[in-house]
C-alpha cells in the first residue's frame, strides 16, 4: 500500500519499541526481585510450554500481513477463525504440560494457570498481524499498552500481594487484553467485513506453508526443555533467563525495518531495503555495544543473584546480533515473492518460492543447534559441569550455528537486491559506537558502586544508560549528515502532526 512510509513507521516503532523496553524492564525487575531462581526457572519453562502452541497462531494470522497489505478484507474471518482454533491449542498445551511438568516436579497447577495466556495471545497476535499490513507502527502501540499495563498490575499482585508465579501469569493475560483493546480500536475498520468461508479453505489448503516454518520454533522452545529435563536444574534456566533478557536489547533495532515488508509486498521499489538496512545498523551498533557494557549492572539490577551470569550475555551477544541481521533479510526476501498472489499457483511453486526455501533455511539451522546442544549437555552433565557453566555452553553453541545461516541468508539478500550501502555512514556508525561505549565503560568502571538495594543502584546506574544514548547521537549528529536530516525529519513530521 503506496501509505506505508518506511521511514516514519520504523522510526515510530523503534520510538515504542525503546520505551516498551523500559518498562518491560520495570516489570523484569518486579518478578526476579520478587521470585526466587527456581520460581523464575519455572516462569522462563512456562514461556517455552506455551510458545509449543502458540507457534500455531500463524496458520491464519501468516496470511493477515501479507492480504491486508494488498486490499483484500479477510480480517475478521482471521479473528474469529483465530479464537476457535485457541481452544483445540489449550489441549495440546494441556497435554504437553502434563508430560513435562512430572518430570521435572513442578505443580501441575501453576501450568493450568498458565493456560488462560494461550487464547489470549492467539487473539492479540491475530490482531497484531492485521494491523502490521496497514498501519505498522500502530502495531507497536499494543504492546507498549501491554508493557505499560504490567507494571501497576505487576506491582499489586507480585510484589505487595506476593502472589509468586500465579501473580505473573495473571499480570501477563491482563496486559494483553488491554493491548488487544488498542488493537481493536486500532483495526477496527479492518475486522468489520464479514466471515467469508473463501479464506478459510484457501488458508486450510495451504496450512503447511506457514506451519512449516514453524518447525525452528519447537527446536527453539525445545532448546529450554531439553536443557531443563537434562540438567535438571531450574536455577540454570533462570540464567539463562536473566542473561535473555539483556541481550535482547539488540533485537529491538530491526524495529526500524517495521514496516519495509508490508511496503514490499504492495509494490514497493527494492531500493527501499538498501536504506532501510542502514538505519537498522546504525541502531543495532549502540544497542549491541550498551549490551555488552552493561551486562553486568543489568542483570545486577534485576537481581544480584544473577549477576554471574554476564558471562551468558556475552555468550548470546552473537547470536541476538545475527538473528537481528536474520529478520531483516529475511522480511526483505519474503516481502518480495509473489507466488501467493497467483490463484494457479501450484504445490511445486510455493514449494520453489521464498515462502518454502527460508523457513526451509532456518528449520536446518535450528535443528542442528538443537542437536549439538543436546550432544553437549549429556557429555558436560557426564564431566560433573556446574549449571553456570551447562548455560555459557548453551549459549557457544546457539551463536556458532547462527553464524553460518546468517551469512548465507545475508548472500541471498545481495543477490536479490544488490544494495549500494552507504559505508562511510556505516563506518562512522561504528567509530561513534566504540568511542562512547569506551569512555562510558571507563567511567562506570571508576564511579558506579553496585548497592544491593535497588533504589540506591538505580539512580546511580542511571546517568550511564542515559549517557551513552544522547553520546551516540549527539556524536553522530556531528559527524553524519544523514542523521541530522533524519533528526530534522522526525521534528518536522511531529510538528505538523501537531498543526494538524
Known amino acids: 500500500m503506496s501509505e506505508i512510509r ?69 480480517g475478521r474471518t482471521a479473528l474469529q477463525s483465530s479464537m476457535l482454533f485457541s481452544f483445540g491449542a489449550i489441549i495440546v498445551y494441556l497435554i504437553i504440560a502434563k508430560l513435562v511438568g512430572s518430570s521435572v516436579g513442578i505443580d501441575f497447577f501453576v501450568l493450568f494457570l498458565a493456560l488462560i495466556i494461550i487464547p489470549v495471545e492467539f487473539i492479540k497476535y491475530s490482531l497484531t498481524s492485521i494491523t502490521l499490513g ?17 507494571i501497576p498490575i505487576g506491582l499489586a499482585l507480585i510484589y505487595f500481594l506476593d502472589m509468586g508465579i500465579e501473580g505473573v501469569i495473571i499480570t501477563t493475560t491482563l496486559a494483553s487484553l ?43 522452545r525445545s532448546d529450554v526443555t531439553a536443557f531443563t529435563i537434562i540438567s535438571g536444574s531450574l536455577t540454570g534456566l533462570a540464567y539463562w533467563t536473566a542473561a535473555n533478557s539483556i541481550s535482547h536489547l539488540v533485537n529491538h533495532s530491526a524495529k526500524i525495518n517495521r514496516a519495509l515488508y508490508p511496503k514490499l509486498l504492495s509494490g514497493g521499489k527494492k531500493e527501499f531495503f538498501q536504506e532501510n538496512f542502514t538505519r537498522v545498523l546504525y541502531f543495532a551498533f549502540p544497542l549491541t555495544a550498551m549490551t555488552l557494557v552493561f551486562a553486568r549492572p543489568g542483570l545486577f539490577l534485576l537481581n544480584p543473584l544473577y549477576e554471574v551470569a554476564v558471562i551468558v550475555v556475552f555468550t548470546l551477544i552473537p547470536l541476538t546480533f545475527l538473528r537481528t541481521m536474520q529478520n531483516v533479510f ?94 562511510n555512514a556505516i ?65 518536522a513530521e511531529f510538528k505538523n502532526k501537531k498543526q494538524n
Open 6 to 74: 518506511v521511514t516514519f513507521s520504523g522510526l515510530i516503532s523503534f520510538v515504542v519499541g525503546i520505551g516498551s523496553l523500559i518498562t518491560g524492564l520495570i516489570f523484569t525487575i518486579i518478578v526476579t526481585r520478587r521470585l526466587t531462581p527456581e520460581e523464575f526457572g519455572e516462569w522462563g519453562l512456562i514461556g517455552a510450554l506455551t510458545g509449543y502452541v502458540l507457534m500455531f497462531s500463524p496458520l491464519i494470522s501468516y496470511w493477515n500481513t501479507r492480504e491486508i497489505a494488498r486490499g483484500v478484507d479477510s
Open 134 to 150: 496497514f498501519k505498522p507502527q500502530a502495531a507497536e502501540y499494543g504492546l507498549l499498552s501491554f508493557e505499560i499495563t504490567k
Open 178 to 220: 488491554s493491548s488487544i483493546v488498542i488493537l481493536l480500536i486500532v483495526a477496527r475498520h479492518k475486522i468489520q467485513g464479514r466471515f467469508q468461508i473463501k479464506y478459510v479453505k484457501k488458508w486450510t489448503k495451504l496450512v503447511w506453508l506457514p506451519l512449516y516454518p514453524k518447525i525452528s520454533s519447537v527446536f527453539e
Open 330 to 423: 529475511s522480511q526483505a526476501l519474503s516481502g518480495i515473492e509473489k507466488v501467493d498472489t497467483f490463484e494457479n499457483s501450484t504445490f511445486m511453486d510455493y514449494v520453489k518460492s521464498k515462502l518454502f526455501v527460508l523457513p526451509t533455511l532456518v528449520n536446518i539451522q535450528r535443528g542442528v543447534s538443537l542437536l549439538s546442544l543436546v550432544v553437549l549437555l549429556f557429555i558436560l552433565v557426564q564431566y560433573g559441569s556446574t549449571e553456570l557453566e551447562l548455560v555459557i555452553a548453551w549459549g557457544i553453541i546457539s551463536s556458532i550455528t547462527q553464524l553460518p545461516f546468517t551469512i548465507y541468508l545475508g548472500f541471498l539478500v545481495y543477490r536479490e537486491f544488490h544494495p549500494k550501502l552507504n559505508y
Open 427 to 491: 563506518i562512522k556508525y561504528l567509530v561513534a559506537t566504540i568511542i562512547v561505549f569506551v569512555i562510558i565503560y571507563v567511567l562506570m568502571n571508576e564511579f558506579l558502586i553496585y548497592e544491593k538495594e535497588i533504589f540506591v543502584f538505580l539512580p546511580n546506574f542511571l546517568p550511564f544508560l542515559i549517557g551513552s544514548g544522547v553520546g551516540y547521537l549527539g556524536l553522530t549528529y556531528l559527524i553524519d549528515p544523514k542523521t541530522r536530516k533524519l533528526v530534522k525529519l522526525v521534528f
